[in-house]
């Protein structure tokens, strides 16, 4: 199947960690996305992750896992302006068709 | 480099009606994808282009059409307009299977 899934929302205080857990269905996968999405606005790249292991880019970090179809999004040092939905996104087929999961709101307290 | 351009951004149309959206990829890019946001079904996919061919295609009915040029411009169209196809239409572009990059989005109301 296709699904992705996500939790729909999280909140979390400003200077904290929050993770954004993404699964998904194995077959046929050629890696995985994260987009960050302010309302009103189009999606912006995060990170791309096709082998296992954790990509590090300044305060977001992605990591992967292949065999369990797993990922996370790991935001630090939580900004207001990280409140935002995240979005996870696999490719499978040759091309570049990207299948989205629901997104994850996140909502950062002062 | 400049980013993604769509126009136009927003729409207002009837029912019945057809529209047309225009794309303009990141210089380079070759393949330009479409997708359809809306609150209850979240980015859906509706095709990608790749070299003026339609390489990819998601589960949209035949109202829904693009095309590519040959300086990677795309365009897509819906005919006979419905309510539902309310949405923001995003354009992506990007290399061979690598990093789309989106652009702003034509945000369509049908009345």
């Known amino acids: 199947g296709q699904n992705i899934d996500q939790p729909t929302e999280m909140t979390a205080t400003e200077g904290a960690i929050v993770q954004i857990n993404c699964t998904y269905q194995?077959?046929?996968?050629?890696?995985l996305f994260w987009y960050q999405q302010h309302a009103g606005e189009a999606p912006t790249f995060l990170s791309y992750n096709v082998l296992d292991g954790l990509e590090e880019k300044g305060r977001f970090s992605s990591f992967l896992s292949r065999s369990k179809g797993y990922s996370y999004l790991l935001l630090k040092e939580l900004q207001m302006k990280d409140s935002a939905s995240y979005l996870c996104a696999v490719s499978r087929a040759a091309g570049n068709k990207l299948t989205f999961g629901g997104g994850t709101r996140v909502l950062v307290k002062p | 480099k400049a980013g993604v351009t769509q126009t136009p951004r927003y729409l207002i149309k009837t029912r019945g009606q057809q529209v047309t959206l225009s794309c303009s990829p990141i210089?380079?890019?070759?393949?330009v994808s479409w997708y359809q946001q809306t609150p209850g079904q979240g980015l859906q996919f509706l095709f990608e282009?790749?070299?003026?061919?339609?390489?990819n295609k998601g589960n949209f009915p035949g109202r829904f059409s693009g095309r590519q040029f040959s300086n990677s411009r795309s365009e897509m169209n819906v005919s006979t307009l419905e309510l539902g196809d309310s949405a923001l239409y995003l354009c992506?572009?990007?290399?061979?299977?690598?990093?789309?990059?989106f652009g702003p989005g034509t945000r369509l109301l049908v009345l």
């Open positions: 194995t077959s046929g996968f050629n890696g």
């Open positions: 210089s380079g890019h070759r393949s």
């Open positions: 282009y790749f070299s003026e061919t339609q390489r």
């Open positions: 992506a572009s990007g290399m061979e299977q690598e990093t789309q990059y």
